[in-house]
């Protein structure tokens, strides 16, 4: 299990651990804009340290599994974000994706 900084936040070797990624999944993703930019605090710069909000754990851990198996773009894989803050999202015809916690 991970230690949070400061009791709230991750870094991002913490995430990519307790998440099941790499750093490069997870910069990409970000870039990309499958990760909402509401669940990272970034600095800019260079050598900056992002800080992860803990609730980002759980959406990537379903990217990382679904893209090991499917290739999706990066919109229908920003849409787990979608069911995991809403429930529920149709993904594609006849495939509706249920978060259960």
């Known amino acids: 299990m991970y230690t949070r900084n400061g009791g709230d936040t ?10 099941g990624i ?4 997870l910069d990409y993703w970000l870039r990309n804009g499958v990760i909402p930019s509401s669940y990272v605090t970034d600095t ?4 900056h340290h992002r800080q992860w909000d803990p609730d980002v754990i759980a959406p990537l851990r379903v990217i990382g599994q679904v893209s090991a198996a499917v290739q999706l773009s ?9 069911i ?3 429930g529920s999202y149709e993904l594609a015809p006849g495939v509706t ?3 259960t916690p």
């Not at 991750?10 to 998440?19: D, F, K, R, V």
């Not at 790499?22 to 999944?25: P, V």
């Open 10 to 19: 991750l870094t991002s070797t913490q995430l990519c651990t307790e998440a």
């Open 22 to 25: 790499t750093y490069r999944q």
């Open 44 to 47: 800019t710069g260079s050598g």
């Open 74 to 82: 990066c919109a229908q894989y920003a849409d787990i974000f979608v």
């Open 84 to 86: 995991h803050d809403h």
């Open 97 to 99: 994706l249920t978060w």
